[in-house]
């Protein structure tokens, strides 16, 4: 039983030994070599990423140089344009500001030798008118009050005065004007004076906002002449749509108009006066009161 014994206990190795005979600086200085090569791998790595980003910088530094200097051609080339269209938006800024005014101006605007000669067409038979006054507001001006608490608005009056051999009837007076007369609000015969053989009757019409002409107006204008037809269809056109040529055109056939090329046809003069005044004292007027 010993020789069995023996022969279980015997050393069972794992491998060969093995004895390390380099000195330790040999170990390190392996070691040290490794962590210098990884060193200058990390250092190569950190370079080319340094390197990637900027060149990624300087390319977006690049492409935003070029869309800052397109963006410049393009400013340039529209300022360029403004230039050139220059004198159409100073026509459109001219035309807006003439129809404003033409519109302002032609406010009040009255056709006095067409109401003097209806007032005329009015008179009694055997009437002559001796004198003729018109009174309208400034377009910049108030508006006219009624002349008291039961009377028409008024827009204008007109005051004359008939010769005649009796004194008018003041009802057919009143029919023959309402009749006849644009614009008729009210009338009445303030004042009857014979004088050297003859009445003279003051008699004064007051005129609403029918009798205002509107002749400025843009379907007045495209109305007046031919010439006016080409200036209503630009008129027609809102002002921010107009082309600088319409604009242009627009602005030269309204300051024609303006001027008195383009006017309304007026009927002949007659035998009695319509000189138009704002003043009602005249000589006669004076002796009659």
Do not use: C
């Amino acid at each position: 039983m010993s020789g069995a014994s023996a022969r279980d206990t015997r050393l069972v190795l794992a491998g060969e030994p093995r004895v390390q005979l380099l000195p330790r600086f040999v170990q390190e200085r392996e070691k040290a070599r490794v962590a210098r090569r990884m060193i200058v791998l990390l250092v190569i790595l950190v370079v080319v990423a340094v390197g990637g980003a900027t060149f990624a910088a300087y390319l977006k530094s690049t492409l935003a140089q070029s869309e800052l200097a397109a963006a410049n051609q393009t400013t340039q080339d529209l300022l360029e344009q403004q230039k050139k269209y220059a004198p159409g938006a100073v026509a459109a800024a001219n035309l807006a500001d003439l129809e404003q005014a033409i519109g302002l101006a032609g406010a009040t605007d009255v056709l006095w030798a067409d109401l003097t000669h209806q007032i005329a067409d009015s008179r009694p038979p055997g009437s002559t008118m001796v004198e003729v006054t018109w009174t309208t507001r400034e377009p910049w001006g108030a508006p006219l009050l009624p002349e008291g608490a039961l009377r028409s608005p008024r827009e204008a009056t007109v005051q004359f005065v008939l010769s005649s051999v009796s004194i008018p009837d003041a009802v057919t007076v009143r029919d023959q004007l309402k009749a006849n007369v644009t614009g008729y609000a009210d009338s009445y015969i303030y004042q009857s004076q014979l004088k050297d053989g003859v009445y003279l009757t003051r008699i004064q019409v007051t005129l609403d906002a029918d009798a205002l002409s509107h002749r400025f107006s843009a379907e007045k204008i495209s109305a007046a002449e031919e010439g006016a037809t080409d200036l209503a269809e630009l008129l027609k056109t809102p002002e921010k749509e107009r082309t600088p040529e319409q604009a242009a055109a627009a602005a030269q056939l309204v300051a024609q108009y303006a001027l008195g090329f383009h006017r309304d046809p007026t009927p002949a003069a007659s035998s009695e006066p319509t000189d138009e005044s704002t003043d009602a004292s005249t000589d006669d007027e004076g002796d009659a009161q």
